[in-house]
């Protein structure tokens, strides 16, 4: 008689729903049987830019050193991100995307028996993460489509061991304030590990938007993590990282992969890093193409959530799959949100002006028909 190897999985597992990726251009492109090159994908939050030039030459020349094991300390991009973010090289944690960063706190810090708390319409990655290391996750409702911090505060328990909170949250981009956070921090017993998850804080320089960094060296319970997915353009490598206090570091590296960071991904972060330029031209981007999309759906009379990120909530006023399915058939790839408890929107990342524009008229076309 065989196993029952769904019914072996441990429970959190067997409750787990696999993490849903925007579409793949070429998925599209053969099912409608369309050239890619007409598909716009505004659907997973990618720097509609490309890389930058400088991140593509540092990976050409890191080729020839295909067949060597990367550096597993990732000291040159470590010593960067020190540098740029006034932390010591033993608080920088390098992770596989940030993703990773989150799944070694919850291998670190969580097990059955133990919580993890986060908001209603939160990232994904945070139940996977959790459920994953047979932890529960305790989902405090949003308010306003945001976290709710007070709520979240009055959630944690004597097992709760992490908050994940993300500022702006994805795929609301929803954001809360200095205070706000601060109050927080203050607030969350000294045996919680605060993961404040800042995928898209590069575009929210110079808004109202507090620096996670400020705060680390007042609250040792505080993880900041940030990702080279986002507005550096590079979700393909998957580079991220982790600041912490040295201790918290110290324990995410003894769990991690001895290589979880490939040589191509060390280079290309370090040389984005140092790019300085394409970062500012990626915000402008992302600003202007902000303001696109919010006329263009003045014009249809559509509501949205405001965003502090590289994309943007479309309140449809209707059931919204048979909207994205339109979409689909018009080229264009967004994504459906309903399995974040968002049944009437669509998450439109900002792309390139024309990009924006295509998605704009189709989005009328298929709201014309009905
Ligand atoms: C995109 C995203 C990440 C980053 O994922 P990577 O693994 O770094 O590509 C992390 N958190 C949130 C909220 C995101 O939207």
Known sequence: ?????????????????????????????????????????????????????????????????????????????????????????????????????????????????????????????????TQAVGAEAKVVPAKDWGHDLPAMLAAIDANTRVVFIANPNNPTGTWFGAEALDEFLQDVPEHVLVVLDEAYIEYAEGSDMPDGLDFLAAYPNLLVSRTFSKAYGL???????????????????RVRQPFNVNSLALAAACAALKDEDYLAQSRRLNESGMQQLQAGFRELGLSWIESRGNFICVDLGQVAAPVFQGLLREGVIVRPVANYGMPNHLRVTIGLPAENSRFLEALRKVLARG
């Open 1 to 129: 008689m065989s196993g029952n190897f769904l019914a072996l999985a441990q429970p959190g597992v067997q409750q787990l729903s696999p993490y849903v990726p925007g579409k793949p251009v070429d998925e599209l492109a053969r099912e409608l049987d369309l050239d890619p090159a007409s598909i716009v994908k505004l659907a997973s939050n990618e720097n509609p830019l490309g890389a930058s030039p400088k991140a593509l030459a540092a990976i050409r020349d890191e080729l020839a050193e295909l067949t060597r094991y990367p550096d597993g300390n990732g000291f040159a991009l470590k010593s960067l991100l020190a540098e740029q973010c006034r932390v010591e090289l033993n608080q920088v944690t390098l992770g596989n995307g940030s993703n990773d960063i989150l799944e070694l706190v919850a291998r670190a810090y969580l097990a059955p028996g133990l919580n993890a708390v986060f908001s209603e319409h939160a990232f994904a990655v945070y139940p996977i993460a």
């Open 235 to 253: 979700a393909a490598l998957r580079v991220g990282y982790g600041l912490s206090t040295a201790v918290v570091a110290d324990v995410l590296n």
